[in-house]
């Protein structure tokens, strides 16, 4: 791909809060980024590191929140085309059906001649090194593929700043290479500035040349070269919630792995969508106190078979069983169940926790579940307000959910399964977004769950989270 002019990012005395936001989500931030550069943006939860970026490629509405502070993108107010976003979830980036298709949207939406489109298309694919055919499905490809796609997007529109919010997150090991050599050779080949969001810094901290640490509340707590910041404030950015290579979080003990009795069985199952199988014969045992790992690549079957195991979807074959300790009078299938069954019974962390919310407030969508269990308002009050401070989220008690970052947005939901005490979970990326910090806590709470007696089905590629609190895995090809 040919070079293009990269773009220089200055900003000064920065800062934004979210409407109805007592608390800035950012302040004080003073920042230059030379044309070329590739930073690397940390931080932990919540300090308004995705902020930032939505701000320089100006999808932050002007009245979504308050501004203060100077940003500018080549001497101007960002605008649209000249900064490109790629966010964590690849699925919520696909907008249309065939690979070349999505791929030329971008580019047909700032005007580009259709043969100057579908020059750059085929130059994007090939830069990003995702070898299909422009007619091929967006839905048949891997997450690694969807991610590639979705870069591929964002450099045919020709942007001289590429921002990348956690671009991995969601993706298997193989995937998570995939997309960081893409990222590396289309900075190679075009000279545009990159800056990215990664809380696992070791994938990223030798492909680029610069780390950037926001400090929660407000300015830079960090920044350098990356072996300087990392070798010499390594302890202090840990302690913060930085994942430091080689300044690990502290990992729950278990307390108790003793088998207990079997909550639910699996018999020859299969599960797929709409009639489609993507996993056949699948023979499991989930037992109360015990914790089971599902691993695999994505696009293996992973959410599939957690929902189908949650009672949300129906097997294509086969049979989930709900042991009488389990069901508790509401019969031997989960599927059958009614929503409020469910409550007590299974508890649901969807891959994304947006689908989850229902409620206009943190504290009002913690409610929900208690409240439709008849619940007394001082019980209620009683388990949210321990919520809240058990997942840092006491401060954000009154904002709009779908204001919070992403791994607020993660803790927030996991919480609200919780809130109704279900014998079971299942768990879909519970980790993901996570800091340091907030990852020890969430992990800890997951293992006291465990060890009184909660049995946990978690899909997962955090294999930190795997070796913590794990008792058996069973990986899907």
């Known amino acids: 791909m040919s070079a293009l002019t990269p773009a220089g990012v200055t900003i000064?005395?920065?800062?934004?809060?979210?409407?109805?936001?007592?608390?800035?989500?950012?302040?004080?931030?003073?920042l230059v980024v030379s044309p070329?550069?590739?930073?690397?943006?940390?931080?932990?939860?919540?300090?308004?590191?995705?902020?930032?970026?939505?701000?320089?490629?100006?999808?932050?509405?002007?009245?979504?929140?308050?501004?203060?502070g100077l940003m500018l993108v080549?001497?101007?107010r960002p605008s649209p085309g000249r900064a490109g976003l790629v966010l964590q979830d690849p699925d919520s980036q696909l907008i249309l059906a065939r690979v070349g298709d999505d791929v030329a949207f971008g580019c047909e939406n700032l005007g580009v001649s259709r043969d100057d489109t579908w020059r750059r298309v085929r130059d994007a694919l090939e830069a990003v090194g995702l070898?299909?055919?422009?007619?091929?499905?967006?839905?048949?490809?891997s997450g690694g593929q969807k991610q590639r796609l979705a870069l591929a997007g964002v450099i045919a529109m020709r942007p001289g700043l590429i921002l990348l919010d956690e671009p991995t997150a969601n993706l298997d090991p193989e995937g998570v290479v995939e997309v960081r050599d893409a990222v590396v050779r289309v900075a190679e080949s075009t000279g545009a500035t990159v800056i990215v969001?990664?809380?696992r810094v070791a994938v990223w901290q030798h492909v680029?040349?610069?780390?950037?640490?926001?400090?929660?509340?407000?300015?830079?707590?960090?920044?350098?070269?990356p072996a300087s910041v990392l070798d010499a404030r390594g302890a202090e950015l840990a302690a913060g919630g930085v994942w430091v290579p080689g300044h690990p979080p502290p990992r729950p003990i278990r307390s108790s792995r003793q088998p207990r009795e079997v909550l639910l069985d699996t018999r020859e199952l299969t599960v797929g969508r709409s009639g489609v199988a993507v996993q056949a014969r699948l023979e499991l045992s989930v037992s109360a106190g015990s914790t089971l790992a599902v691993m695999g690549r994505n696009g293996s079957g992973k959410s599939t078979l957690g929902l189908t195991l949650a009672g949300?979807?129906?097997?294509i074959a086969g049979n989930v069983i709900a042991a009488d300790t389990l069901a508790a009078g509401a019969g031997p299938h989960p599927i059958a169940w009614r929503s409020r069954q469910l409550l007590t019974r299974i508890g649901t962390v969807f891959q994304q926790p947006e689908h989850q919310f229902l409620a206009s407030t943190v504290r009002t969508e913690l409610e929900v579940g208690p409240a439709a269990l008849g619940m007394p308002t001082s019980e209620v009050d009683e388990r949210v307000n321990a919520l809240l401070e058990r997942l840092r989220l006491a401060h954000l008690a009154e904002a709009n959910p779908f204001t919070l970052s992403g791994g607020e947005k993660r803790r927030l939901s996991v919480a609200t399964v919780l809130a109704t005490r279900p014998r079971m979970l299942v768990l879909d990326?519970?980790?993901?977004?996570?800091?340091?910090?907030?990852?020890?806590?969430?992990?800890?709470?997951?293992?006291?769950l465990a060890d009184a007696g909660t049995a946990i089905v978690m899909s997962t590629h955090d294999l930190d989270l795997v070796d913590a609190i794990a008792d058996a895995s069973v990986t899907l090809s």
Do not use: C, M, N, Y
């Open 312 to 315: 949300l979807l129906p097997p």
């Open 131 to 141: 070898d299909v055919g422009l007619d091929r499905s967006t839905s048949a490809l």
């Open 74 to 76: 080549d001497g101007q």
């Open 36 to 68: 070329g550069e590739r930073v690397l943006l940390l931080g932990e939860s919540g300090a308004g590191k995705s902020t930032l970026l939505r701000a320089l490629a100006r999808v932050l509405a002007d009245d979504e929140g308050e501004r203060e």
């Open 429 to 448: 990326e519970p980790t993901f977004g996570q800091d340091s910090r907030t990852w020890a806590e969430l992990v800890g709470l997951l293992a006291g």
């Open 12 to 30: 000064s005395g920065w800062g934004w809060r979210h409407a109805g936001r007592r608390a800035w989500a950012l302040r004080d931030l003073d």
């Open 208 to 225: 680029v040349d610069r780390v950037v640490v926001l400090r929660a509340g407000g300015g830079a707590l960090a920044d350098g070269e």
């Open 197 to 199: 969001i990664e809380h």
